[in-house]
């Protein structure tokens, strides 16, 4: 953002304008570190802190004051390759946003290897394509400055954001990826030699049939099982961490008749319930609902007792998939259909088994 403020104009009566514009930028970078950082810390739980030193090399460091060696560190981490084979079919899929056992290991080998190759051919060309162009700038002033700024800046984004992280996940390879390609065009736009040329417009087309029929076999392998799934609703039973986008009627139903079991019905009159992926749309109008995910689930952090934890917090009580419960928990619970719930200011509200 601060390359493209300064470069969007030139004249006197434009540097003002700029120098407030970055400063703005500047500024609500700032206050996001910070904000980030703080809510990382937040409630200075030392598992929690463990959990996210896990995930990202830069977090303890930079909060801590140890800039020069997390810096060097951050260095050393860089790559490229994890962002790629991400962006490729796995067997067992992170998370299992997607079926698993859909292909095979040689399969997605294949696959890696020759988006691996293609991404190494295109930035061999883009690093050819910027060393020209800024020889040719130095020593002529002739090439479009412009140009040459943005794709090293856009490159240095990418490779910024992929620095810190010890662990990826699909969700950066898709910021990464198109980060460096959108870099990588700006730098093909500059005028170079004709065999550079000939070869990226060579590249280009090879790259374009090479994507269509990455998509149709990602499509062959992953979308009958998707197909099968879209007459799901509620949690997906093969992908347990995604959830069905239609027949939603049928989940608030169930959603519904055990939160009248317990008398936890009416949304509004409720406190710091806690809900999942499902769960949550029927009680958006709650106050203050938490998420399953940071009481039972893996980003709990010390909460060793869950029921002590709500009844500090208030909570009216529980409405989860059953699945997602503690055994203890569940046999206290009243459940309809596949979901669970648990009054904890009523317990005499319980109905019993």
């Known amino acids: 953002f601060v390359a493209c403020i300064i470069l969007a104009a030139k004249g006197k009566r434009t540097i003002l304008p700029r120098a407030i514009a970055v400063a703005a930028v500047c500024y609500a ?5 910070r904000y980030w950082t703080e809510r990382l810390k937040c409630p ?8 996210f030193a896990e995930h990202n090399l830069g977090f303890t460091g930079l909060t801590d004051g140890r800039f020069v060696e997390t810096m060097a560190a951050l260095v050393q981490n860089l790559r490229i390759a994890p ?15 997607l079926p698993a056992n859909q292909v ?3 399969t997605a080998l294949i696959f890696v290897l020759s988006q691996l190759s293609t991404w190494l051919i295109g930035i061999t060309i883009f690093l050819l394509f910027l060393a020209i162009s800024a020889r040719s700038w130095l020593k002529y002033r002739d090439r479009p400055f412009s140009f040459i700024v943005l794709a090293t800046m856009l490159i240095g984004v990418a490779l910024a954001w992929s620095m810190p992280l010890l662990i990826i996940n699909p969700y950066e390879s898709i910021f990464v990826l198109p980060t460096m390609m959108i870099g990588m065009l700006y730098a093909s736009t500059i005028k170079t030699g004709t065999r550079l040329t000939l070869a990226l417009s060579a590249f280009s087309k090879f790259t374009a049939i090479i994507g269509l029929f990455a998509c149709l076999f990602t499509w062959w392998f992953f979308g009958p099982a998707l197909v099968d799934a879209s007459d799901e609703s509620g949690q997906l039973q093969k992908q347990p961490f995604s959830v069905a986008p239609f027949h939603f009627d049928r989940t608030r139903a169930d959603v519904v008749r055990a939160s009248q079991a ?6 509004q009159s409720q406190f710091r ?12 109008e709650s106050n203050q609902p938490e998420h399953q995910i940071g009481v039972i689930g893996s980003w709990r952090g010390g909460i060793d007792d869950p029921i002590a934890y709500l009844r500090s917090r208030n909570s009216s009580g529980i409405v989860v998939g059953c699945h997602l419960l503690p055994a203890d928990i569940r046999a206290r619970s009243v459940s309809y259909g596949r979901i669970c719930c648990l009054n904890l200011r009523n317990e005499d509200a319980q109905p019993a088994k």
């Open 29 to 33: 970078g700032a206050v996001s570190f």
């Open 262 to 267: 317990c008398k936890l019905d009416d949304p």
């Open 44 to 51: 200075d739980d030392p598992v929690s802190a463990a959990r």
């Open 273 to 284: 319930m806690l809900v999942d992926d499902v769960t949550y749309f029927p009680f958006m």
């Open 104 to 106: 095979d290991y040689s």
């Open 83 to 97: 962002f790629v084979s991400r962006s490729s079919p796995e067997v067992i899929p992170p998370s299992y946003w």
